[in-house]
């Protein structure tokens, strides 16, 4: 019997005993933030435990889980993985220890054929709480006589389970397989050694006590039934293999690793153990990568990163030198083809993602190596541990591989030190998710049963009449009505109100009731799914059951603009950057939007300028904007644009946009499932302007940008700021890039001591305004810009510059904070009357001047028109010579 029909085995064995068959929940948890990733089968039945859901009293499935905290040990033992299938049946307040037990027996012995000599039921001794009486004598009555022995008694470590220092908790019954003595260390124990002879394969938790505080264990009402067993774990005892690595879970893909890297399966328990580590981490990144999540330096995605940074490493141990986990892929789908189509529909963003990350850790290891080498120099007396967990942590070195290292040169390594920094470390997988803000969904769970499903009318208007049909305080507690300034929950039988989700959102406003306002809306959620939560703030009393006119704000249409943008720059950046580019998450709000997509390489300017112009092109030809409810198959039909790992309703929600809807829907610009808001043609937009692109990790940017009025917004205000930047240095708008470059230079020069007290410019630097003959004798006018220069400066500026002049009419002037100051002076040779020219120019400039026929100064207001000025500058040096 191989794996998939084993799968198949228990779930038909569990529904012909009532059980129904609930499929696997995503392996990223939806509406319960306490959790990094699904890491059992009880997860998604954590309402009905908590009587929160009553519509099942039993279940069965098999769940994709994913444990972080065995990472290091794959490839140590034999049976440890991250990834993996647990099969389980439940029971909320239903049957309890004598089912599960017997049924628990018949399907191994019966349905599985394992010989029942080789099976050891464990119960619990006792210790926190009394010691499981019910459970062996129900044991006792499965058993035949002569197994009785095989029963077990384990503690509290072993053998109860708790939530928590309060609440539910309970006595557990695990089922142990004989591997054989063969794997027995001395002085094995029996079922429950930490030895490898003896492998739990099916742990039974019976769910009896609520611990109070003081360690007081009060009886449930309600007892619960909670079983697990790892397929992979049933799968290599049924197979009868060495390890589950050997089961047609795992070896089809060892089998194509040995092709690819020309290496075979089993010569030493280095190569053996290298193998388990990339088959084992390559299925759970092909099953990560399919749910959405993204290589990265926190959270989920740096989980990820150390599974395929890892498989990546002891496949050069094997001798690759070049990528090879994305060649791979096809042996996953060999195994799951059947069970998740969803890795298969992923394919190609897999290979890809993994193809370029492990690339990317290439280049990085081979400076790792170096980096180890220096270490080792520098630290000739002993490697700290610190050190070493930098090297682990950034270019994957395995602790044991640099203690290798360091022992070929006779150089100790502090191992506890290590060991600290990881544990310090592992914060930064929770970093990204334990405040990602997320809204704990089981806050919600018991409204979410007791209030009918809302009616979303949003689509069709911004206004609607609604009833309040229940009320939160903002604990979530139910209660009648809000007093006047409360705060709390309330929601509707139907809103035109959008709750926050896929990256949009939740919409604010007002209800109000015979004329007035009655709240306000400060936000709108959607935690668990089916009922909207409007947070509102108390105007006047607010009561359940009354009627309300819900009236969204007008921010919701700069937010459907930003909305539509995404959705613009999105197939904009599949034009510029190809099909695989895709989306890697979005926020939208009414001032922004911001969209995260994955690339293989940083976007030039010029990349970055074509994207923006497509897109502006596309608001120029004003598409029209379709929205409408299709089948989810049409996604595929269509080959609209998905987000991995999103849950789409079916029906789903299509924003197509093109020319011709519908009926010409292979021709268009745009076609993405998407449950937000929108406008209907794009020249709502007016334009789209990107303001900045960044990285957010290896292979993942960011493009922050406005659209709309917020684009409006963002112009109306850069141009303000030019314009009082251009004021403050009293130049026009158009001259204000010259401007600062001018002053950025002089900057420069200062800071390096290259520049001179008082020059801003150099001799010959000057705007020749009128050459030959102004004094009849081929003398030349000059006039210089110097800057922002005070008059003090501006004459030794001028001494600089007569210095290596002859025939020359000098005209330097400066701003600085909306006054224009001026010098006319010349170089003795020149028959003009310098005093008289600064007079001319103060009079036209309604300032004052005067001085010496030899040297003149002024000042007065700004020109306007320079070009002008300079002209004007001109007929007075001519009148006056």
């Known amino acids: 019997m191989q794996s998939y029909q084993i799968r198949k085995s228990f779930l038909d064995f569990f529904a012909r005993n009532g059980h129904p068959v609930v499929k696997s929940s995503p392996l990223i948890p939806e509406g319960d933030p306490s959790l990094l990733f699904t890491s059992a089968g009880m997860v998604q039945f954590k309402p009905y435990y908590l009587g929160l859901k009553t519509d099942m009293t039993r279940a069965a499935s098999c769940q994709k889980s994913f444990r972080t905290t065995d990472i290091d040990n794959v490839g140590r033992t034999r049976r440890h993985v991250t990834f993996f299938e647990m099969l389980g049946n439940f029971s909320f307040g239903d049957y309890f220890k004598e089912e599960s037990i017997k049924w628990g027996w018949e399907f191994l012995t019966k349905e599985m054929g394992l010989a029942p000599e080789r099976l050891y039921p464990s119960i619990y001794k006792g210790g926190v709480a009394p010691r499981d009486e019910e459970a062996r004598k129900i044991w006792e009555s499965v058993l035949p006589k002569n197994l009785h022995s095989h029963i077990v008694e384990l503690g509290d470590g072993d ?269 930064t997988a929770k970093a990204g998710w334990k405040d ?172 970055l300028a074509k994207v923006e112009t497509i897109a502006n092109a596309a608001i120029s030809d004003n598409y029209r904007v379709f929205k409408m409810e299709r089948p989810l198959k049409d996604a595929e039909k269509f080959g609209a644009t998905t987000l991995l790992g999103e849950k789409y309703a079916d029906p789903a929600r299509f924003v197509l946009i093109n020319r011709g809807g519908w009926d010409a829907a292979k021709d268009r610009y745009s076609l993405e499932l998407c449950g937000g808001t929108h406008i209907d043609a794009l020249g709502e937009l007016m334009l789209v302007k990107v303001l900045k692109d960044s990285s957010v990790s290896r292979g993942v940017r960011r493009i922050e940008g406005v659209a709309g009025l917020a684009a409006v917004d963002h112009l109306r205000a850069s141009a303000g700021l030019a314009e009082a930047a251009a004021k403050k240095l009293s130049v026009p708008v158009e001259e204000l890039p010259a401007r600062l470059e001018q002053l950025l230079e002089t900057v420069k020069e200062l800071k390096s001591g290259k520049a001179k007290a008082a020059p801003a410019a150099a001799p010959g630097t000057g705007k020749k305004l009128l050459a030959g003959g102004i004094d009849g004798s081929g003398s030349s006018l000059v006039a210089y810009d110097a800057g922002a220069l005070d008059m003090r400066e501006m004459r030794g500026f001028s001494d600089e510059l007569k210095k290596g002049l002859k025939s020359t009419l000098l005209f330097i002037y400066s701003r600085s904070e909306g006054k224009f100051s001026f010098i006319v002076t010349h170089t003795g040779d020149v028959g003009a009357d310098a005093s008289a020219i600064a007079k001319g120019v103060a009079a036209v400039l309604n300032g004052s001047g005067g001085g010496r026929k030899d040297f003149a100064q002024g000042g007065g207001e700004v020109p306007a028109d320079l070009a002008a000025f300079e002209k004007l500058l001109v007929e007075l040096a001519k009148k006056h010579i």
């Open 159 to 427: 053998n109860f389970w708790a939530m928590g220092d309060t609440g539910p908790s309970g006595p557990c019954s695990e089922i142990y397989w004989d591997c054989g003595a063969q794997y027995a260390h001395a002085g094995c124990k029996g079922a429950g050694c930490s030895c490898d002879r003896y492998i739990e394969i099916w742990n039974h938790v019976f769910t009896q006590f609520d611990k109070q505080p003081g360690g007081v264990y009060k009886p449930l009402p309600k007892k619960n039934i909670d079983t697990g067993m790892g397929l992979e774990r049933l799968t290599f005892v049924v197979e009868g293999k060495e390890s589950p690595f050997e089961t047609t879970l795992f070896f089809p893909i060892v089998e194509a690793a040995a092709k690819a890297l020309k290496v075979e399966y089993g010569p030493s328990p280095e190569a053996v153990s290298a193998f388990r580590i990339i088959s084992e981490h390559l299925r759970a990144s092909t099953f990560l990568l399919a749910a959405g999540v993204i290589p990265s330096n926190e959270g989920r995605g740096y989980v990820l990163r150390r599974l395929i940074r890892r498989a990546a490493r002891y496949g050069r141990v094997l001798g690759a030198t070049d990528p090879f986990l994305h060649k791979l892929v096809p042996a996953v789908h060999t195994i799951f083809k059947d069970v998740y189509p969803e890795i298969i529909s992923a394919e190609k963003t897999v290979k890809e993602a993994l193809k370029f990350e492990e690339q990317g850790f290439i280049e990085t290891l081979e400076n790792g190596e170096h980096y180890l080498a220096d270490m080792l120099e520098r630290n000739p007396h002993g490697l700290p541990g610190d050190e070493a967990f930098k090297l682990y942590e950034t270019y994957g070195f395995p602790l044991e591989l640099t203690r290798e290292i360091a022992l070929k040169k006779n150089i100790p390594l502090d191992e506890e030190g290590f060991h600290r920094a990881r544990k310090a470390a592992q914060a």
């Open 436 to 607: 990602s803000g997320e809204m704990n969904g089981f806050l919600f769970q018991k409204a979410e049963e007791k209030f009918p499903p809302t009616v979303f009318t949003g689509y069709d208007g911004a206004e609607g009449e609604g009833k309040i049909v229940g009320l939160l305080d903002l604990a979530g507690g139910f209660t009648d009505s809000l007093e006047p300034g409360l705060e709390g929950w309330a929601a509707l039988d139907r809103t035109p109100f959008y709750a926050e989700s896929g990256g949009q959102v939740g919409d604010l406003g007002l209800f109000s009731a015979g004329g007035k306002t009655v709240a306000e809306v400060l936000d709108t959620q959607k935690p668990v799914g089916k009922v909207f939560f409007h947070h509102v703030k108390a105007v006047e009393k607010l009561a359940v059951g009354e009627k309300v006119t819900a009236s969204v704000s007008t921010l919701r249409y700069r937010t459907a603009c930003n909305h539509t943008a995404v959705h613009v720059i999105n197939a904009a950046l599949k034009q510029v950057f190809g099909d695989s580019t895709r989306q890697a998450g979005s926020i939208v709000t009414p001032d922004k939007f911001r969209f995260d997509y994955t690339t293989t390489k940083a976007p030039t300017k010029e990349e």
